[in-house]
């Protein structure tokens, strides 16, 4: 039997030198490390200056990218009735959520990752995020698609979706 090397497309190849590998086993820190880490989370520092310079951070590298993220915000808050009522209505309450969600979590305190301001920031946050991970796709939603459609196990890429289409809300980019 006679095998083909496989020839990693350009986009493949630029996904692949971009990306973190996962692994089967991911690193841990030493415990002191760990110790450390749990210390400043519940200290006032992480509320205080961490959590906003982490988000200024964000919505810099989003601004970067050419997300008009105070805008982009302003229009998704805009576009909705969003209440502790809606909430209710979704809500089921047999339903039990992990603590997971519900823990403080990058910028959302105390709401964690299920308070309306992840909701609202969440497309913005993912846009960001895929221009700094994929940054040769240039600005816009390539990134983006770079960053949801590629698959990776053990390093490897497994699928790509590269005409993958996401259509951005109005008003987030600006070209």
Same mark, same amino acid.
């Given at each position: 039997?006679?095998?083909?090397?496989?020839?990693?497309? #350009?986009?493949?190849?630029?996904?692949?030198?971009?990306?973190?590998?996962?692994?089967?086993?991911?690193?841990?820190?030493?415990?002191?490390? *760990?110790?450390?880490?749990?210390?400043?989370?519940?200290?006032?520092?992480?509320?205080? =200056? $961490?959590? #906003?310079?982490?988000?200024?951070?964000?919505?810099? !590298?989003? &601004?970067?990218?050419? =997300?008009?993220?105070?805008?982009?915000?302003?229009?998704?808050? /805009?576009?909705?009735?969003?209440?502790?009522?809606?909430?209710?209505?979704? *809500?089921?309450?047999?339903? =039990?959520?992990? %603590?997971?969600? !519900? /823990?403080?979590?990058?910028?959302?305190?105390?709401?964690?990752?299920?308070?309306?301001? /992840?909701?609202?920031?969440?497309? $913005?946050?993912?846009?960001?995020?895929?221009?700094?991970?994929?940054?040769?796709?240039?600005?816009?939603?390539?990134?983006? %698609?770079?960053?949801?459609?590629?698959?990776? *196990? &053990?390093?490897?890429?497994?699928?790509?979706?590269?005409?993958?289409?996401? !259509?951005?809300?109005?008003?987030?980019?600006?070209?």
């Amino acid at each position: 039997v006679h095998h083909h090397p496989v020839r990693a497309t #350009p986009f493949a190849r630029q996904v692949a030198l971009s990306s973190t590998p996962v692994h089967d086993h991911p690193a841990r820190a030493p415990p002191f490390a *760990r110790e450390l880490l749990d210390v400043v989370l519940k200290s006032p520092l992480y509320k205080w =200056v $961490l959590v #906003p310079q982490a988000r200024q951070t964000m919505i810099k !590298t989003a &601004r970067s990218n050419g =997300v008009t993220w105070e805008e982009s915000l302003t229009w998704i808050k /805009s576009e909705g009735g969003w209440d502790d009522d809606l909430l209710a209505e979704v *809500r089921d309450p047999s339903t =039990v959520t992990p %603590n997971y969600y !519900t /823990s403080p979590f990058h910028a959302y305190i105390p709401g964690g990752n299920l308070c309306w301001e /992840s909701a609202w920031e969440q497309e $913005l946050a993912g846009k960001a995020v895929g221009q700094r991970n994929f940054p040769g796709h240039g600005p816009g939603a390539a990134g983006e %698609n770079a960053f949801r459609c590629v698959k990776l *196990r &053990r390093g490897r890429i497994i699928s790509c979706l590269s005409t993958w289409q996401i !259509t951005p809300l109005p008003p987030i980019y600006t070209y």
